[in-house]
């Protein structure tokens, strides 16, 4: 470890793994759904890397650390990882990204009133997110040139054919300024929904609004307008996600 090749980029992408890689290859794997052993299995790679690796080194793999998993995380979890960063570089570079994500997740986490914002259909229809309330809503981010994002619209139609009949919504935000692509490939697919458009790409307000950092990204809403969890399951993910939503209705 060397705090002078923080410049060379093998190097960040050593720090971003190291510690983890060697826990792992000495048998300390857990399943994702094994949250306390998985916690107690990053919590020791933080602390192997305040212990081991010199400051600036240091510095830049905890900042990366938290920034990554700050979205999985509790938020007071984060918090508290954060106030102990702090306490080590009170004035580093990384605080106001950090300080930013790990507000951002307290914001949506679970229970938190999910952000209104404006939806104008492709036909013209002017409504609101809250418009909906009383209804679950599964919200989408996505582009047309996305094709993760189209195949997982594709999928979602089993979805919808196994919840018929219950108070169910599919809100879909595009943040392609081709919206005449988007409305193409949502005919072509035959895909149903509540579909919208938000202006300015990436700096686009509902983006800001929901933290939006990559495509396609999907939120779960309760039929109180809050949010039923801090990570939505994908169409992919389609038997967790149809427990999810089953949950849900009162």
Known sequence: FNDTLLQVPSYMLYLTGVFDIKLKAAGYTFPQSDLVNTQKQQDSVNSLAYKLLPGRSAEYFI????????????????????????????????????????????????????????????????????????????????????????????????????????????????????TTADRKMTERFKIKGIFTHADGEWNATEIQLYGVQTLPAYFLIDEDGNFALQNAPTPAQSTELILEIEKLFK
């Open 63 to 178: 900042a990366q650390n938290l920034y990554g998993r700050a979205k999985y995380q509790e938020p007071g979890r984060n918090e508290k990882q954060l106030s102990t960063f702090k306490k080590h570089w009170p004035r580093s570079e990384y605080l106001q990204l950090l300080d930013k994500q790990v507000a951002m997740v307290k914001r949506l986490a679970k229970g938190q009133p999910a952000p209104d914002f404006d939806i104008i259909t492709p036909d013209g229809k002017k409504m609101k997110l809250s418009d909906l309330k009383g209804k679950v809503v599964y919200l989408g981010f996505w582009a047309s040139w996305c094709k993760q994002c189209v195949g997982e619209m594709i999928s979602e139609q089993k979805i919808k054919d196994l919840i018929r009949n219950k108070p169910l919504e599919f809100v879909y935000v595009s943040i392609n300024n081709d």
